[in-house]
Every structure is written in structure tokens, then in C-alpha cells.
Nanobody, 123 residues
Framework: QVQLVESGGGLVQAGGSLRLSCVASTRTFEIYTLGWFRQVPGKEREFLAAIGPSTSVTLYGDSVQGRCTISRDNAKNTVYLEMNNLKPEDTGIYYC????????????????WGQGSQVTVSA
């Protein structure tokens, strides 16, 4: 079992930036692909970004492409999501997840999920 705990959410003004963190409780953090997803009420969970076991392999969703950077620190068992130029439509609950697949944007391929961190972007 892998437990994931997100932090860094909160209220941000439009145009601002945010860095989310997710710490994993596992001794084998480096073997997992880590992903970030966003949930908005009434909509399906949306893929934002993923980073493979190798930090050189990343994947981004269309809605955040160019505004978002995912990174990981295997020594700290932590994955980060930095977002800039935030928009009100970025409001939602942000989840990190861990997968045994090499890299994926499909939530069905993620085995472990955090409880989420609320991000609210005010206009």
C-alpha cells in the first residue's frame, strides 16, 4: 500500500502561481509513475500531468500545457506540481496518484490516490 498526502492548495488570485506537493509513504517511491488530476463538481476527473520513474519523462494534459510543471524528488518521496497563470477554471480538488505503469494519463491505470487538496482561483 502507498499512502499519498497532498498539500499546498488554497485560495489564489487569477494570474497567480501555486505549487502543490504530494508525499508518498513507500520505500519504493522511485519505481512509480506519479500523476496529478483535477476534479471539478459535475465533471469527470481530469488528467493534468504525469512523471515517469525517470524524471526526464513527463506528460501534460491539454488544459495545462505550457502553464504547468511536474517534478519529483525521489530522496524526499515527493512529487510537485507547479502551476502559473492560474485561471478561475483551474478551481477544483487536486489529486496526486501513483501508478505501476511506465507513464499514463488514464486514471484507471493509477493504483493509489491521495485525498485531494482544494485549489480555488478567484477572478
Amino acid at each position: 500500500q502507498v499512502q499519498l498526502v497532498e498539500s499546498g492548495g488554497g485560495l489564489v488570485q487569477a494570474g497567480g502561481s501555486l505549487r502543490l506537493s504530494c508525499v508518498a509513504s513507500t520505500r519504493t517511491f522511485e519505481i512509480y509513475t506519479l500523476g496529478w488530476f483535477r476534479q471539478v463538481p459535475g465533471k469527470e476527473r481530469e488528467f493534468l500531468a504525469a512523471i515517469g520513474p525517470s524524471t526526464s519523462v513527463t506528460l501534460y494534459g491539454d488544459s495545462v500545457q505550457g502553464r504547468c510543471t511536474i517534478s519529483r524528488d525521489n530522496a524526499k518521496n515527493t512529487v510537485y506540481l507547479e502551476m502559473n497563470n492560474l485561471k478561475p477554471e483551474d478551481t477544483g480538488i487536486y489529486y496526486c496518484a501513483a501508478s505501476h505503469f511506465f507513464i499514463s494519463q488514464s486514471q484507471g491505470e493509477y493504483d493509489y490516490w491521495g485525498q485531494g487538496s482544494q485549489v480555488t482561483v478567484s477572478a
